[in-house]
């Protein structure tokens, strides 16, 4: 069987299939209500193809990818044609071919995740669906009363208590849509801005070559909300200037994993973080982006006192005058990313517009100016590449949230159905003396680990779903809880030994990765204290609330881990670095509750 993504004929063919992709989550928001056993197993077709037959480098993988695409399709267009019979069942199988379809479906979500991300995740979802199964044999308060094989697959797949439950709902009618919208943005001249507004700003500074790595991966992760994606796209660019301008290879590849991984923390997307945050708190997304600004606000800010530290220990100078953007660049390209971000914002909070109808509102204006460039030539080969790029790169992107998304909910399924969550609750519980610190530092344990294994919007799904109700009922809360959970998971970034951001980084450059983390580690420790910031301070996250009280708390974060960072990096001798690390630790957590 040939490889359908060779070829003219196999180009055009998935460029018809992103193309169709990209229309319909887009039609889904102007088209208004749809049943959600519609759009939702709908989505899981749309993604089926792109992640089981685009880009194998196997005849197997071609033909069990064909197949599995094949039935899983047929499994989820099935579910969205007899939608209104199957509500009708409160998600209980009245057949041997349902029960087929519904194994047929699960098993294609653990083997998309897998082909996505690799095994850990697929296994943990696989654990949980055979805890649902057998779970009544296990002795003690871990076991459950058992559920009737026909419910449980039933509500795992043709309900809305599983794979096609609200996690899904979010990835279909939100992370979707702002993943298109930073696509379009991408493939037009919006990443040039972004590299152009930061050489402007910091290019003639001590250290400027670096400066510009952190504001422009700022803005590019603000919409890409990829640490990876972020250090290949701007990496290219930052790493050989830093190169060129005698920077420690280690340093130039420390800064650009440090800096692409804040992306995440960033709003608007946030690693499409944020929009799994709105369905499991219930806090409005425009809330969520508020809270979540001053942190990584403060977490750009920290890199920035590091790099200046690192300046001084290697007399790193800014970027020469010639290489450094006009004027007249940096208004036109910068007009690429202001057009469309303006229109997001005037959407969501000049119009009222939710902020699906904004971002696709959003996404019509980006794509208006892929018709030009910075030159104002009117390049038909050009603007027809520039379309191609934003519907091939959103559609990958779309399909490996889903698969990830699908993935997660089968687990959050589970611990609904059994009732686990609860009992690992009960467990952080005891196992922390019902005592917030301790509780706080399992959790942020279990987040380390488990963001080594899985991306970081699947590590913060789990790790919220069973340690959150733990933290809110020692008093956090719920949005705090969540965001100490999301920061965490991102750990894994930059730490050792996963640490994606690092590797890619590394590799760019050429050096050791192992001395890119640890540079990395210093660089980045933000990473490790905003969260814990968060529940000293928690004023920093009432922004929209008390504004005064959030700059206050911004503030006194800012001073201490200034100190902590100056300390890790320019402090020479081990007790003037005790000394600044003790005392901005002090300032940290001087307004500790328990």
């Known amino acids: ?107 294609v979500t653990l083997e998309a995740a897998r082909r996505a991300i690799g095994w850990p995740l697929p296994l943990v979802a696989a654990a949980a669906l055979l805890y649902g199964l057998f779970g ?151 809330s969520i982006m508020a809270a979540a600004v001053l942190p990584a606000v403060l977490y750009f800010f920290a890199v920035w006192v590091g790099i200046n530290a690192y300046a001084t220990r290697f007399d790193l100078k800014g970027v020469d005058e010639a290489d450094q953007p006009t004027g007249r660049d940096v208004v036109i390209t ?50 027809a590449e520039r379309f191609q ?43 922390s003396g019902g005592l917030l610190w301790p509780s706080l530092l399992l959790t942020a344990l279990a987040c380390l680990l488990l963001g080594m294994e899985v991306p970081t919007t699947a590590a913060y799904v789990i790790c919220v779903s069973v340690a959150g109700p733990a933290l809110i009922q020692l008093g956090l809360e719920p949005l705090q809880a969540h965001l100490f959970v999301f920061w965490f998971a991102l750990l894994s970034t930059i730490t050792p030994p996963v640490c994606g951001a690092v590797f890619i980084a590394a590799g760019m450059i050429g050096e050791n990765w192992l001395k890119v983390a640890l540079t990395a580690m210093a660089l980045g420790v933000g990473l490790y204290l905003i969260p814990l910031g968060m529940i000293a301070n928690p004023d920093i996250i009432r922004l929209a609330q008390n504004p005064a009280l959030a700059i206050i708390a911004m503030l006194r974060l800012a001073f201490g881990l200034a100190l902590v960072s100056y300390g890790l990096i320019s402090a020479r001798k081990i007790f003037k670095t005790a000394v600044l690390v003790g005392a901005g630790l002090a300032v940290i957590f001087s307004g500790i509750y328990i």
């Not at 033909?63 to 007899?82: D, E, H, K, P, Q």
């Not at 990835?171 to 849509?177: D, E, K």
């Not at 790169?393 to 009732?419: N, P």
């Open 136 to 286: 009544q044999h296990i002795p003690g308060q871990f076991g459950h009363s058992g559920t009737p094989i026909a419910s449980f697959l039933g509500t795992m797949t043709i309900a809305e208590g599983g794979i096609f439950g609200s996690l899904t709902g979010v990835s279909v009618g939100v992370v979707a849509i702002f993943v298109i919208f930073g696509a379009v943005l991408n493939a037009g001249e919006a990443g040039q801005g972004f590299m152009n507004v930061a050489g402007a700003a910091a290019g003639r500074l001590k250290g400027g070559g670096a400066k510009v790595s952190v504001i422009s991966s700022a803005l590019f992760g603000s919409i890409s909300g990829s640490a990876s994606a972020n250090v290949a796209s701007t990496g290219a660019i930052t790493l050989p200037a830093m190169t060129k301008l005698g920077y420690p290879k280690r340093l130039a590849a420390a800064v650009e994993a440090v800096a692409s991984s804040g992306g995440q923390v960033m709003p608007p997307l946030m690693g499409a973080g944020a929009f799994v945050m709105v369905e499991l708190t219930g806090v409005p997304y425009t």
């Open 1 to 107: 069987m040939p490889n359908i993504s060779n070829g003219r004929i196999g180009a055009a063919l998935w460029l018809v299939l992103a193309a169709a992709l990209v229309t319909y989550h887009l039609a889904l928001i102007f088209s208004g209500l749809v049943p959600n056993l519609v759009s939702r197993p709908l989505h899981m077709a749309f993604i089926l193809p792109f992640v089981f037959m685009l880009g194998n480098k196997s005849r197997w993988a071609t033909i069990s990818g064909t197949v599995l695409a094949a039935m899983g399709m047929a499994a989820a267009i099935w579910i969205a044609i007899n939608h209104d019979r199957l509500g009708d069942q409160y998600g209980f199988l009245e057949s041997n071919t349902q029960i087929a379809i519904a194994v047929t479906l699960l098993v």
């Open 389 to 431: 790029s934003a519907v091939m790169s959103a559609a990958r992107q779309v399909s490996m949230i889903a698969a990830i998304i699908l993935c997660a909910s089968i687990i959050i399924g589970v611990l609904a159905i059994t009732g686990l969550g609860v009992k690992i609750t009960s467990l952080i519980l005891e196992g």
């Open 334 to 383: 910068s007009l690429f990313f202001l057009v469309p971000f303006s229109v997001l914002l005037w959407a969501m909070f000049g119009a009222g517009f939710t902020p699906q109808y904004a971002a696709a509102l959003a996404i019509v204006a980006g794509a208006s100016l892929l018709f030009f460039n910075a030159d104002f030539d009117f390049r038909p080969a050009q603007i």
